[in-house]
């Protein structure tokens, strides 16, 4: 079956019916503090992706996070100082994102990609346990509990990965050296200062998904953790396993006082008193520049057949700017607008993103030029994502719409996926960051 067709199917159910499947999404019975945090941002129906599609797409990814991680060695003689000035760290960043860091980061994160029609192409690889949307298959399961949802789920041998019970198993895995008298470890999901403000109810949404799986989750900011003399990490007078780390090694340095607040959590997490999950050193490899040494054809010869292959499979053509660039390449650049997009390296949501086939000539140039001027930046060839039919219930309309899939890896594998939806009109940039039309949505496999 090809990838819309169930989604056709879906749409032409929804306009045939007596309105039970058109409004499944809306009568699924949501958990308090998913419904608080989500419900407003909600399309009114799920994702369906081919789950060998899908199974096929995860094998490639856990291949390229292998690849990311060997790229110091392969490259650099295993220099991970050099390797990072030349994906743009500065020496500051570095150090920290090294502190407390094994030299193999988990395998946490969140690929994020577009299916063109043929095939899923990976647009970034956010790794580290900050990525967000751990919840999200609650989605999934309170609309199976919607009898013709239920219905449609059997007649079609729909499937779906419970993300939160992935998660809950490697942090039960990952707190068992640090436990502490319970055989269920206590984690802190902790934010940078000032973090809970904004993001609160997503957390309180982690948090209700978590306890589902009977993990007891506390929420906190980085300055409300305190060290007990023997180094174990309290929170509120309690003791922590495990720090699940919603806080980025950016957020530590623009805080003038961040470093030195972390600093407890990398001691606990050396003296194994209390783990911090994951490290910092993930963001060695977030970087998007990372990806583009992978896509530059100077490391050609760093790859073999099978892997230069796997490369070419999932990554667009990608380039880091720079003063010191290949000649020629912002030149390129320029003549390609309408099949670019300028990302920062280290950025998230679509934020500071320059989109070439939104931009006129004049605009780009200037893009460019800032691109490098600033340092840090790809260049990324266009992916084209297929668009999908949704019906409105509330209109009665039918409207094209496309999909950001975020598929969770973990160290057991593919974990589920999320899916961040826009109207195909509705512009480049599908995340609630930048469009604040962005709508979340579960994912479900089909055959």
Same mark, same amino acid.
Request: charged fraction near 25%; glycine fraction near 10%.
């Given at each position: 079956?090809?990838?819309?067709?169930?989604?056709?199917?879906?749409?032409?159910?929804?306009?045939?019916?007596? +309105?039970?499947?058109?409004?499944?999404? #809306?009568?699924?019975? /949501?958990? @308090? !503090?998913?419904?608080?945090?989500? %419900?407003?941002?909600?399309?009114?129906?799920?994702?369906?992706?081919?789950?060998?599609?899908?199974?096929?797409?995860?094998?490639?990814?856990?291949?390229?996070?292998?690849?990311?991680?060997?790229?110091?060695?392969?490259?650099?003689? +295993?220099?991970?100082?050099?390797?990072? #000035?030349?994906?743009? /760290?500065? @020496? !500051?960043?570095?150090?920290?994102? %090294?502190?407390?860091?094994s030299g193999v980061p988990a395998k946490l994160g969140r690929a994020d990609a577009y299916h063109d029609g043929t095939s899923f192409k990976l647009l970034e690889f956010n790794l580290g346990s900050e990525v967000g949307g751990l919840d999200m298959d609650v989605f999934d399961q309170a609309l199976l509990k919607v009898p013709e949802f239920a219905a449609f789920a059997r007649e079609h041998d729909l499937g779906h990965v419970d993300i939160a019970e992935r998660m809950a198993a490697v942090l039960r895995d990952r707190a068992r050296p640090a436990l502490s008298g319970s055989s269920e470890p206590v984690i802190g999901l902790i934010e940078g200062r000032g973090g809970v403000g904004p993001y609160g109810r997503m957390m309180r949404a982690t948090q209700e998904a978590m306890a589902e799986q009977g993990l007891d989750l506390r929420i906190g900011e980085i300055g409300d953790v305190r060290a007990r003399a023997d180094g174990k990490l309290t929170l509120d007078g309690t003791p922590l396993d495990l720090v699940l780390r919603n806080?980025?090694?950016?957020?530590?340095?623009?805080?003038?006082?961040?470093?030195?607040?972390?600093?407890?959590?990398?001691?606990?997490?050396?003296?194994?008193?209390?783990?911090?999950?994951?490290?910092?050193?993930?963001?060695?490899?977030?970087?998007?520049?990372?990806?583009?040494?992978?896509s530059d054809p100077r490391s050609d010869d760093a790859f073999d057949a099978g892997e230069r292959a796997l490369i070419e499979r999932v990554l667009p053509w990608s380039r880091a700017l720079r003063a010191s660039g290949p000649a020629g390449l912002v030149e390129f650049c320029r003549e390609r607008r309408e099949r670019l997009i300028l990302k920062p390296g280290a950025g998230y949501g679509g934020l500071d993103t320059f989109v070439g086939w939104e931009c006129t000539d004049a605009e780009w140039y200037k893009a460019l030029d800032l691109a490098v001027e600033r340092g840090g930046y790809v260049a990324q060839e266009r992916v084209v994502p297929r668009p999908e039919p949704v019906y409105d219930p509330a209109t009665g309309a039918v409207d094209d719409w496309i999909a950001a899939l975020g598929f969770f890896l973990t160290d057991d594998g593919y974990a589920g996926a999320h899916a961040?939806?826009?109207?195909?009109?509705?512009?480049?940039?599908?995340?609630?960051?930048?469009?604040?039309?962005?709508r979340m949505v579960g994912v479900f496999t089909h055959p």
């Open positions: 079956m090809p990838m819309t067709d169930l989604s056709r199917i879906y749409v032409d159910e929804c306009l045939r019916g007596d +309105g039970g499947l058109a409004t499944a999404v #809306a009568r699924a019975e /949501l958990p @308090p !503090a998913f419904e608080e945090a989500w %419900r407003a941002h909600l399309l009114p129906r799920p994702w369906f992706v081919r789950a060998s599609e899908t199974a096929a797409f995860a094998r490639d990814l856990e291949g390229l996070f292998d690849l990311l991680l060997s790229l110091p060695e392969r490259l650099f003689g +295993g220099d991970v100082e050099r390797y990072a #000035a030349e994906i743009g /760290l500065g @020496p !500051a960043l570095v150090a920290l994102l %090294r502190r407390a860091g806080f980025a090694a950016s957020q530590l340095l623009d805080d003038p006082e961040g470093p030195g607040v972390a600093e407890p959590f990398f001691r606990a997490h050396e003296a194994g008193r209390t783990v911090l999950f994951t490290s910092l050193e993930s963001g060695l490899y977030s970087h998007k520049s990372a990806l583009a040494l992978l961040r939806v826009n109207r195909a009109d509705g512009g480049a940039i599908v995340g609630l960051s930048s469009n604040p039309d962005t």
